[in-house]
């Protein structure tokens, strides 16, 4: 009976691990997409700005020569841009780290060591 209870409580103790390992990847997941959406805003805010600036400016040093051909250049490379940054940002959210991998290493790690035994 003793045996037993010891391997009950290693059993719990391994799974309290477990979990407060699975709790902490989770805080630490929600902490990086906070910081990541928090100065994502900020870039895009900064970055429409300036775009905004630098096209009046553009405009208005070419207000007497061709003004519709310089607007329809800016907004034709502003386009292009957004498609790179689109298909760049889709790679970037597919390539994000897999959730819970240390908690699943750990488990399979358990498991591992359970079937080692005879």
């Known amino acids: 009976m003793d045996s037993l209870k010891r391997m009950t409580s290693t059993l719990l103790d391994i799974?309290?691990?477990?979990?407060?390992?699975?709790?902490?990847?989770i805080e630490e997941e929600r902490l990086r997409v906070g910081q990541m959406l928090l100065l994502g805003s900020i870039v895009l805010f900064c970055l429409g700005?300036?775009?905004l600036l630098c096209t009046v400016l553009i405009v208005v040093l070419c207000w007497d020569n061709h003004r519709e051909l310089v607007l329809a250049?800016?907004?034709a490379t502003f386009f292009i841009?957004?498609?790179i940054l689109m298909y760049k940002l889709?790679?970037?959210a597919r390539a994000r780290p897999r959730l819970f991998a240390n908690s699943l290493a750990e488990l399979a790690q358990d498991i591992a060591h359970?079937?080692?035994?005879?």
């Open 15 to 25: 799974v309290q691990t477990r979990l407060e390992l699975l709790a902490c990847e």
């Open 49 to 51: 700005l300036s775009i």
């Open 73 to 75: 250049g800016l907004a």
């Open 81 to 83: 841009t957004a498609l």
């Open 90 to 92: 889709r790679c970037l």
């Open 114 to 118: 359970l079937d080692a035994r005879p």
